[in-house]
């Protein structure tokens, strides 16, 4: 990020992060201060519960097989690194790509047959660690959990394709624990279209994915909006009859044209829903800059797989998009920018209706600075301490908020049980 060049060499002075060198005619370049967690942050960050809304696990360990239950050299999660950032609650992403959907009868796996097999790998983990994790298949049971000592592994679906459009799907997943269901993923499917797709031919919900909406509220499923397109995301504003979730999503404002991240009026809707927006710590998410570092990657790799007539997982290709990262170094948020997506959703929306959703595991090396993995939780606290926030905030901020609309979505399934 690059700052005018001060005529005013008073005010500049003045300005104790932009140095004596200030002053040159040479546009000076801004250093961001390293945000260092204090005993308060990592003390807040082990007394409070701490619920991130959406860490890859499941499907990281199907590329490269690691006991999480221990340290491990890959990824961002393991026992050891939650329990040092204070992580109490993390929900792990039962993630079936599109293609099982796209394309029927050309994998080893169905999306349900994929998301069965996830779902026991999270069993397994807790088998294997029974006092130091355990499965939460309510509100309650991540207070129980975290009173007990024990982190939470609940679970959410990422991308409604195992659904298979059948609602007794829907049924048999709750049963095994899946708590909310992101309603798409990278593509449309079956339920929705997606955000990131140029096919949206339901131009919203599709006729099943609307009743899945009704359906998943009767049940206490909770809806995630993430991924979704706009003309979805509103559709099921007017169907809900309970408060939803975005669980790894960031804002818009900063990363214009990106219609994966929510939009102000987005916003301000979820909060007249009642929901929670869970920030995501991509990088990709959080700057216009890493964006368009993105975009700009993906068009030439796609220009030099049609020049040379290449498979998209051809090595050639994977060393072109290796060798571009080394001559165009990525350009890393930092935890101020994760802080300047919490601030501008408690402005928008108000302190209830913002949490964290870090897509660890799942956004690849694009991690701020200060916030690579789950162990520095510290840092992002210390952040919200030096923004302002008060201890009761932050507490709102790391989980509280989550478990409010959790604990309401139970509610409404509840009465709707009572009524039938």
Known sequence: MKTSNWTNCTL??????????????????????????????HQLAQQQLIVDT????????????ED?????????????????????AAFM?????????????????SPKAMADLLIDRVEAIVG??????????????????????????PLGMENGSPIEGDLQNLEHF?????????????????????????????QGLSPFGKELVTAMNDMGVMIDISHVSDQAFFQVMELTKAPVIASHSSLRHFTPGMERN???????????????????????????????WNLTKDEKTEDFIKEHGLDKNDDKVKAFAKNYRTENPYPFATIQDVLDHIDRAVEIAGIDYVGIGSDYDGVGDSLPTGLKDVSTFPNLVEGLIQRGYSD???????????MRVWQQVEEVAAKTSEQA
Not at 93 to 109: F, N, R, V
Not at 276 to 282: A, D, K, L, T
Not at 392 to 402: H, P, Y
Request: with cysteine; net charge negative.
């Open 392 to 402: 009761e905030d932050i507490a709102k901020i790391l989980g509280q908020n989550l």
């Open 262 to 292: 929510m939009s102000d009026e987005m916003l301000t809707a979820l909060k007249d829903n009642g929901g929670v927006i869970q920030i995501n710590f991509g990088s990709f998410f959080l700057t216009n800059e890493a964006y368009q």
């Open 128 to 153: 294997r660690a029974p006092n130091d994790f355990a499965l939460a298949y309510s509100a309650k049971d991540i207070e129980d959990n975290f009173a007990a000592g024990k982190i939470s592994l």
């Open 93 to 109: 992403s039962i993630y079936t790509p599109p293609k099982l959907e796209d394309e029927p009868g050309q994998h080893p796996y």
């Open 54 to 65: 959406h860490i890859d696990v499941p499907y990281r360990l199907e590329g490269l097989y």
């Open 12 to 41: 500049v002075a003045s300005l104790s992060l932009l140095g004596a060198s200030a002053c040159s005619d040479a546009p000076a370049e801004t250093v961001v201060k390293e945000i260092v967690a204090s005993d308060k942050a």
């Open 68 to 88: 999480v239950t221990k340290a491990t050299e890959k990824g961002e999660f393991d026992l050891p690194r939650a329990r040092q950032g204070g992580l109490n």
């Open 174 to 202: 709750y049963k095994r624990g899946v708590r909310y269901i992101t309603l798409a993923h990278s593509e449309s499917n079956h339920i929705s279209d997606s955000s990131y797709s140029d096919d949206k031919h339901w």
